[in-house]
């Protein structure tokens, strides 16, 4: 089976540009999450869906971040405007929850954003 | 809210020794779950083992082994018989009712041959 599938894998941009990653969770699965990653901060979860709705954003920086998930299949995290200090991994993962022994996150490839 | 402290930034293991990675966490829930994911050179970042706090047995998988002190609220991770391919960022997390994670800092494990 395919695991969670996450796109681009790396991504170069210019500050003041829009930038949106996608993300593809494990199929059947209900809840989708968005962490990044920094060396400074660690990983730190941004936003949770369950069921396509967006359960707890508090973790999004700022308004320039935004996320959706139009269906079971597919979320996409935007920045509008970028700026370097967004430069980090982004991670999707993707968990089945309501089961007994679900509940575990399964994290995608990550993609490597780097904003000039 | 909770934390996740890994109070060990780096560390190394002589190939086919057993190494122990310690966690501990602060929260004032009852029920929960602990993680222990791997992180290699590729990023990708790997499910080693869990833990439901309801549990008192440790988990195991494999060469992986949890101590999983609940009243202490520590959750150490055992990797027996180390192989080079353990090498990687090891990150200790905590999941609580409303399914979202906290991660401590990682540990950095060098398997040397």
């Known amino acids: 089976d395919a695991g969670v599938i996450q796109s681009p894998r790396h991504e170069v941009t210019e500050m003041g540009q829009e930038v949106t990653l996608r993300c593809k969770p494990i199929?059947?699965?209900?809840?989708l999450f968005w962490y990044r990653q920094t060396m400074m901060r660690g990983l730190e979860l941004l936003i949770y869906f369950n069921n396509n709705v967006p359960i707890d954003d508090s973790g999004m920086p700022e308004d320039r971040f935004s996320a959706k998930m139009p269906n079971a299949s597919f979320s996409t995290l935007k920045i509008q405007p970028s700026e370097p200090r967004d430069s980090a991994v982004y991670f999707c993962?993707?968990?089945?929850?309501?089961?007994?022994?679900?509940?575990?996150?399964?994290f995608g490839p990550g993609t490597r954003l780097t904003v000039l | 809210a909770q934390t996740v402290t890994q109070s060990q930034p780096e560390m190394s293991v002589q190939e086919a020794e057993t190494v122990t990675l310690s966690c501990t966490y602060d929260?004032?829930?009852?029920?929960?779950?602990l993680f222990w994911y791997k992180q290699p050179p590729s990023r990708q970042m790997i499910l080693v083992i869990r833990?439901?706090?309801?549990?008192?047995q440790n988990a195991t998988e494999n060469r992986f082994s949890v101590n999983f002190q609940k009243a202490a609220k520590s959750f150490s991770l055992k990797i027996s018989d180390s192989q080079l391919g353990d090498t990687a960022m090891y990150f200790c997390?905590?999941?609580?009712?409303?399914?979202?994670?906290?991660f401590g800092g990682g540990t950095r494990l060098m398997v040397k041959p």
């Open positions: 833990q439901e706090a309801y549990k008192q």
């Open positions: 997390a905590f999941m609580n009712a409303g399914n979202m994670l906290t």
């Open positions: 199929s059947g699965h209900n809840s």
């Open positions: 993962a993707s968990s089945s929850q309501g089961l007994p022994s679900t509940d575990t996150q399964y």
């Open positions: 929260t004032s829930e009852n029920n929960y779950y």
